[in-house]
Protein backbone atom coordinates (compact mmCIF):
# COMPACT_ATOMS: atom_id res chain seq x y z
CA UNK A 1 0.00 0.00 0.00
CA UNK A 2 0.99 3.77 -0.43
CA UNK A 3 -0.15 6.78 0.37
CA UNK A 4 -0.61 9.97 -1.95
CA UNK A 5 -1.63 13.49 -0.70
CA UNK A 6 -3.95 15.73 -2.52
CA UNK A 7 -2.61 19.18 -3.01
CA UNK A 8 -4.00 22.57 -3.60
CA UNK A 9 -2.78 25.71 -6.05
CA UNK A 10 -0.83 26.60 -3.18
CA UNK A 11 0.64 23.23 -2.34
CA UNK A 12 -1.63 22.55 0.56
CA UNK A 13 -2.53 19.52 1.12
CA UNK A 14 -6.34 18.62 0.77
CA UNK A 15 -6.55 15.05 1.70
CA UNK A 16 -4.37 11.75 1.88
CA UNK A 17 -5.30 8.50 0.14
CA UNK A 18 -4.52 4.94 0.42
CA UNK A 19 -3.60 3.12 -3.04
CA UNK A 20 -2.85 -0.51 -3.62
CA UNK A 21 0.16 -1.94 -4.47
CA UNK A 22 -1.36 -2.92 -8.17
CA UNK A 23 -1.99 0.66 -8.87
CA UNK A 24 1.68 1.90 -8.34
CA UNK A 25 3.28 -0.34 -9.62
CA UNK A 26 5.00 -1.04 -12.88
CA UNK A 27 4.54 -4.82 -14.81
CA UNK A 28 7.79 -6.04 -12.56
CA UNK A 29 6.44 -5.38 -9.47
CA UNK A 30 8.41 -2.45 -8.90
CA UNK A 31 6.51 0.18 -7.06
CA UNK A 32 6.85 3.78 -8.78
CA UNK A 33 5.42 7.19 -7.65
CA UNK A 34 4.91 8.07 -10.97
CA UNK A 35 2.56 5.52 -11.63
CA UNK A 36 0.85 6.00 -8.25
CA UNK A 37 0.28 9.97 -9.05
CA UNK A 38 -0.77 9.12 -12.69
CA UNK A 39 -3.74 6.62 -10.73
CA UNK A 40 -5.03 9.53 -8.45
CA UNK A 41 -4.94 12.18 -11.04
CA UNK A 42 -7.32 10.01 -13.27
CA UNK A 43 -9.38 8.90 -10.51
CA UNK A 44 -9.69 12.32 -9.17
CA UNK A 45 -7.74 14.78 -10.95
CA UNK A 46 -6.37 17.40 -9.12
CA UNK A 47 -1.99 17.43 -8.09
CA UNK A 48 -0.75 14.38 -6.11
CA UNK A 49 2.38 13.27 -4.30
CA UNK A 50 3.03 10.55 -2.67
CA UNK A 51 4.02 10.68 1.34
CA UNK A 52 5.06 7.93 3.80
CA UNK A 53 3.47 6.98 6.74
CA UNK A 54 6.38 5.88 8.55
CA UNK A 55 8.57 8.75 7.67
CA UNK A 56 10.58 7.20 5.25
CA UNK A 57 10.25 9.98 2.34
CA UNK A 58 9.78 13.81 2.67
CA UNK A 59 10.39 14.36 5.86
CA UNK A 60 6.91 12.88 7.21
CA UNK A 61 3.68 11.65 6.78
CA UNK A 62 1.46 14.21 5.23
CA UNK A 63 -1.83 15.42 6.84
CA UNK A 64 -4.34 17.99 5.82
CA UNK A 65 -3.53 21.16 6.35
CA UNK A 66 0.31 20.41 5.58
CA UNK A 67 2.14 22.06 3.04
CA UNK A 68 4.95 20.61 0.39
CA UNK A 69 8.22 22.31 -0.25
CA UNK A 70 9.21 21.10 -3.53
CA UNK A 71 12.70 22.67 -2.78
CA UNK A 72 12.83 20.67 0.38
CA UNK A 73 11.03 17.88 -0.74
CA UNK A 74 9.16 17.89 2.78
CA UNK A 75 5.52 17.91 4.01
CA UNK A 76 5.80 20.77 6.64
CA UNK A 77 3.24 21.28 9.39
CA UNK A 78 1.49 24.59 10.25
CA UNK A 79 3.50 26.64 11.87
CA UNK A 80 2.55 26.92 15.58
CA UNK A 81 3.62 30.55 16.42
CA UNK A 82 4.64 33.36 14.44
CA UNK A 83 7.68 34.11 16.18
CA UNK A 84 8.73 30.53 15.05
CA UNK A 85 10.87 29.62 12.15
CA UNK A 86 11.26 26.62 9.49
CA UNK A 87 14.74 24.97 10.15
CA UNK A 88 15.27 23.84 6.33
CA UNK A 89 17.28 20.81 7.49
CA UNK A 90 14.59 19.11 9.12
CA UNK A 91 11.66 20.61 7.77
CA UNK A 92 10.47 21.37 11.72
CA UNK A 93 9.15 24.59 12.87
CA UNK A 94 11.73 25.69 15.75
CA UNK A 95 11.15 27.98 18.65
CA UNK A 96 13.27 31.57 18.91
CA UNK A 97 14.85 29.40 22.52
CA UNK A 98 15.11 25.68 22.82
CA UNK A 99 12.80 24.20 25.03
CA UNK A 100 14.58 23.37 28.37
CA UNK A 101 15.80 19.55 28.74
CA UNK A 102 15.52 19.03 32.34
CA UNK A 103 12.29 16.29 32.40
CA UNK A 104 9.66 18.64 33.19
CA UNK A 105 7.00 19.86 31.21
CA UNK A 106 6.59 23.10 29.01
CA UNK A 107 4.53 24.97 26.94
CA UNK A 108 5.37 27.55 24.42
CA UNK A 109 4.00 30.94 25.31
CA UNK A 110 3.98 33.35 22.51
CA UNK A 111 3.14 36.73 24.31
CA UNK A 112 6.28 36.56 26.06
CA UNK A 113 8.88 34.40 24.21
CA UNK A 114 9.63 31.99 26.65
CA UNK A 115 8.70 27.96 28.01
CA UNK A 116 6.68 27.98 30.70
CA UNK A 117 6.14 24.96 32.72
CA UNK A 118 3.38 23.37 32.63
CA UNK A 119 2.14 22.16 36.54
CA UNK A 120 -0.67 19.71 36.96
CA UNK A 121 -3.45 21.29 39.54
CA UNK A 122 -3.57 19.58 42.68
CA UNK A 123 -6.15 16.78 43.05
Not at 53 to 65: D, E, F, L, S, V
Not at 69 to 91: C, E, H, M
Not at 99 to 123: C, F, H, I, N, R
Request: aromatic share 12%; net charge negative; proline share 6%.
Amino acid sequence: MAHFAELDANNVVLRVIVVGNKDTSDANGVEKESIGKAFCERLFGGNWVQTSYNGNMRKRYAGIGYSYDPTLDAFIAPKPYPSWSLNVGTAEWEAPIPMPTDGKMYSWDEATGQWLEVTMGAA
